[in-house]
């Protein structure tokens, strides 16, 4: 008799624990490898001990969280959603972002007004900007890329790598060669051409490791990607260098958005308020060259050298229209589908 | 009697029903919805717009094919010599071909990427013997493809085959010996016609798996070599176009079905 009062009061504490639980979880995603390990050092381990909460951190892609919180609309099964490459206004307009009000941040006077723009409309903040251009191994790539067009530079054939749709910074890579070959984000033709240029000496990858390991082992000396993973890579110990092509760069701000019809708002608020201070947005910048959102973060002389601040610095770099991609990126992936098949 | 089977069955149909039949039909249904409140068959005809879907559909085929081929060449032989085997050897044969089974498809196919890329085993041995420079690499290639999934798949070849073989009777085999049939004639004329059955079997496992892949043929062959499954999984993830995977879709089951009936239905009119 008394084993089960014992076995029926740990179902209750078991089932109590859970519910519990329930009310101090949140359910996050990030980026994987070297960048979700920075947002755990940065924001997601010191959030987890300041409030004594657990966080569940998974690894999804923007363009493939967007598609998880359209499936789970009715249900939605994350708190807090970080997205880049535009895709937040996506989100934002199908209603599956919870607007947030500027009272609502303490950090929100700190923060440079880029970072904020888009908050009316929906969007959460950005909490780091990365920028996209052109990646190359200084010691092998001769001579170093100038130009966006410089893809099809016969002198690199074998060792470009170019990256796919799907990823974000491929798709922005992909959108300044096409401004740069004349097109607009109506007709993509001549970008398709240059890239059906290179694609002879070029792989095509996806995802950011394998770009990592493209430059370590399979001999890569050019990629068009973001700024971050050149800094990695220098990390890692490889000669790769970063450069803003003639032409301009591509700017990314990376947002952290709240999820519509959650319950646990007030504390994913708290986390998104958390992301936005000082001392993480210094830490993007030291880790991986991010330009920070916010005013009063403290860098490093070489960080600051490397990194790009400020209004002016950002007022030099190309954006992309995010609700016109979020519109044509279907029809895109279709022609670049077809320009790549072998 | 009947009735009793009726009751034994229905728990199983009804289960079936719910986690097969209507999901599929669900998919079905989906891949003729046009836009809100339509109903057409335009997902259908922008699969047929141009040569591209047609070449991925053909190329799904081509390699699912030759992949069963590839597994039925090695699975029966080595199927026959687990069979012959006694005692630990077969114990540790089969362990052997369990065994990778247990480790999840993607770090089966990690393992491949290792061998395969540039400067790999493959590549360094290849240029041991001079027959390919150092950074000869089947990444991004359909024989890369071939090779890794037929790997993941040969279990499931090999074990099916081996349940059809264990039913054979010994002594049929030594029939055939003592009759002055050599070893290959037997295993021509008594052995294979016996284990048919599984060889059938396993090949439309096999055939199934392969052609429904996408993680290994991802992974290995890279964008530029897609297959079917691999476009429903973009279609759904990244262009978020559901009508039109599910039309993919639906058109994977068709090609599916229209190799693996006439197949079935051959395999078993010769009586097998």
Redesign the interface.
């Known amino acids: 008799m008394r084993s089960k009062i014992f076995a029926g009061a740990g179902l209750l504490a078991l089932l109590v624990a859970h519910d519990v639980s329930a009310q101090t979880e949140l359910v996050i995603n990030s980026f994987g490898g070297a960048y979700e390990r920075k947002h755990r050092e940065l924001v997601i381990d010191a959030f987890e001990k300041a409030n004594n909460v657990k966080i569940i951190v998974t690894t999804v892609y923007s363009?493939?969280m967007?598609?998880q919180l359209?499936a789970q609309k009715a249900a939605p099964r994350f708190d807090i959603v970080h997205l880049s490459g535009g895709l937040e206004a996506t989100a934002a307009a199908e209603g599956l972002l919870s607007p947030i009000k500027p009272e609502q941040l303490a950090n929100y006077a700190d923060l440079y007004p880029f970072a904020v723009q888009n908050i009316a409309k929906g969007e959460g903040p950005a909490y780091s900007a990365a920028v996209v251009g052109m990646l190359y191994d200084a010691n092998k790539a001769k001579p170093a890329p100038q130009s966006w067009l410089d893809i099809t530079n016969p002198a690199y054939a074998g060792h470009l790598v170019l990256t796919?749709?799907?990823n974000n910074w491929g798709l922005l890579s992909f959108l300044m060669i096409n401004k740069v070959a004349g097109g607009t984000l109506d007709n993509i033709a001549p970008g398709l051409d240059i890239v059906k240029k290179s694609l002879a000496g070029a792989?095509?990858?996806?995802k950011s490791p394998e770009i990592q390991q493209a430059f370590a082992?399979?001999?890569a000396w050019v990629a068009p990607y973001a700024q971050d993973y050149a800094f990695t890579l220098t990390q890692a110990g490889l000669p790769v260098k970063f450069l803003q092509p003639k032409e301009g760069a591509v700017f990314s701000p990376i947002t952290v958005n709240l999820v519509a019809g959650r319950p646990n708002q007030a504390l994913a608020l708290k986390f998104i308020d958390f992301s936005l201070r000082a001392e993480a947005s210094a830490g993007w910048a030291e880790a991986f060259r991010y330009a920070p959102v916010n005013r009063k973060a403290q860098l490093s002389a070489e960080a600051a050298a490397g990194v790009l601040s400020g209004e002016e610095a950002t007022k030099n770099l190309v954006t992309f229209d995010p609700i016109k991609i979020g519109q044509m990126?279907?029809a895109w992936?279709?022609q670049w589908?077809?320009t790549?098949?072998? | 009697m009947k009735r009793e089977a009726f009751l034994l069955l229905m728990p199983g149909v009804v289960v079936l029903g719910f986690v097969f039949a209507l999901p599929v039909a669900q998919v079905l249904l989906l891949a003729f919805d046009e836009g809100p409140g339509q109903i057409g068959a335009a997902n259908f005809s922008k699969l047929f717009v141009?040569s591209?879907y047609p070449?991925?559909a053909e190329r799904t085929i081509r390699l699912a094919s030759l992949i069963t081929l590839v597994t039925a060449l090695l699975g029966v032989p080595l199927a026959y010599v687990m069979y012959r085997a006694q005692g630990w050897i077969r114990s540790a044969l089969i362990v052997l071909i369990v065994l990778p089974l247990m480790t999840s498809v993607v770090i089966r196919t990690f393992g491949w990427l290792v061998i395969l890329?540039?400067?790999g085993l493959l590549a360094r041995t290849l240029d041991m013997f001079g027959l390919a420079p150092r950074?000869f690499?089947l990444m991004?290639t359909e024989t890369g493809i071939v090779l890794a999934l037929a790997q993941v798949l040969l279990p499931f070849m090999t074990l099916t085959v081996l349940a059809a073989m264990s039913r054979i009777e010994r002594n049929l085999e030594e029939a055939a010996r003592t009759m002055g049939a050599g070893i290959f004639a037997t295993l021509w004329h008594v052995v294979l016609p016996l284990a048919r059955p599984g060889i059938v079997s396993g090949s439309l496992l096999v055939f199934a798996l392969a052609v429904s892949s996408f993680v290994t043929p991802m992974l290995v062959g890279?964008?530029?070599?897609?297959v079917l499954a691999g476009?429903v999984y973009?279609q759904?993830?990244?262009?978020?176009?559901w009508p039109f995977a599910a039309a993919q879709a639906t058109l994977l089951l068709a090609l599916a079905l229209l190799v693996i009936l006439p197949y079935a239905r051959l395999a078993r009119a010769r009586g097998g």
Do not use: C, F, W
Not at chain 2, 222 to 226: A, I, N, Q, S
């Open positions: 363009a493939d967007v598609a359209r796919d749709l799907s792989t095509i990858l996806s082992q399979s001999d990126r279907g992936t279709e589908n077809r790549i098949a072998k | 141009d591209y070449l991925v890329g540039r400067g950074n690499s991004h890279g964008v530029r070599l897609p476009a973009q759904m993830t990244s262009t978020l176009d």
